[in-house]
């Protein structure tokens, strides 16, 4: 799961997260290969990966994460420690939880944020706003019952998915490409980032959130197109040369969309 | 709106959201007041005050939210300016938005978050998760469409409340409960705080809706009180007593309930 580049300045980054999806575990994923940094996605890395996953993060009677750390509600996780030589991590690491709270950590310690406040609270409310559409597309696939199937929720999943394609995308998709209209306004980006003139978290997020969104609906998103030529266009294909991304998503560990967050329902899609 | 203390050392907090209902403005209010920090919640503090915040925050072609700053997808906002004696504040204020993201940079600013950086993640993954409830809550009532009456969509709703109640409410009382747990057989907190030895955003924001689902869902969450004595009780009561809560509770400032996040429909709660 490793970039082949050093690593010397760098701790130990293990991700805990389901295997096999991209699911929320992707936003993390992209942040270190974006920055080519290495980290261990311990669930994919090994057959008993999970097993370590599951012991740190979803046992429901868990007073801790391990190492002193609080328990976690939900993976993904991230564990951070001095990993000696490619070792165990057992001495003081840090375990973070929640998408966003790893990604504000990530972006300053992998410099996929700007280096003035103003601009770190500003990647980090896109970051927060495209995760909200994330979960609003789960949503559209489990609308009255999150543990049960889409099969038993199909008839809501149509309304809901209806609301979501009609009402919520568009209002996301405008407020996205504001923002990067308002970047290349101020002088950054040059309308290809959304925060400042190079790739950070909020590129690399609502990039994500696009892709999954193509994957989901293709029909909706096609359409969609004429009026975010440039977001859906230009901003998201070049997204994907940037820093380590390209590497990656021509590699096997870009996992395929499968029956995680995004899933491809042609009822749901625009008809 | 604004608190007597002085406030010398501090900037202009002009809070943007909507007026008459607590909602998501209410968990950055409760940063403020627990602090004891004046802010002014534009919206309630004069009868044009909303023009402001929509003007700001909910015009769908705003490229921009005010002094370069870049658009707001969603109310609230905060604005933080130098306010030279009370007076405007159109030189180079800062607009932040997304509630976490608020939160986060409050946190450290009014001394609500701790001083080492794995207890301010600490603090902040509850916070996200807390927030996470909320939205969750907010489902209950609106699972298919966010801008129909809950009337059109009372039958999914029915679907949706029930399991919000017996799922969800459960899984995050029992991590609420066992971060307090944690806290406490590590040295800190005495069972009363989540997140170290004094109150912190994770305690208001947590506060905030357990508060909302006593308002909710009442028959829910009394029989769940046999489940969680101490997260429903002692914590959940002392919480009130802290800082300027307490004081602030009892005042006209602290909004009712109405029809926002947290609405109390008989039907949706425990039968």
Redesign the interface.
Known sequence: MSQPSSATKHPLYELLYHPSIPGRGEFIRLAFEAASIPYTDIANASPEGYATVQHLCTN?Q???SGD????V?SPPALRISSGAAGGGSSDGA?I???T??IL??LGEKLGLAPGDE?GR??V???V??ALDLN?EVH?THH??????YYEE?KE?AL??AQ?VRE??IP??L??FD??R???E??GGGQGRYL?GGKLTLADNTVWQVLDGLFFAFPKEMEARKKEFPELLGAFYDGVKQEGGLKVYLGSKRRLPYSMGVFRHYPELDRQ
Chains 1, 2 share one sequence.
Do not use: I
């Not at 002193?68 to 328990?71: A, E, L, R």
């Not at 609308?143 to 049960?148: D, E, R």
């Open positions: 429901p868990n007073l801790e002193g750390n609080p328990p509600f840090l973070l939880s929640q966003p709270n504000w950590y103003a609270y500003h980090q409310q896109v927060l706003t979960n949503d609308p009255v019952a999150v543990m049960k929720q809501e309304k809901k609301d009402n919520r209002k996301y405008s407020y504001r923002v209209r308002h970047n306004q101020s925060v």
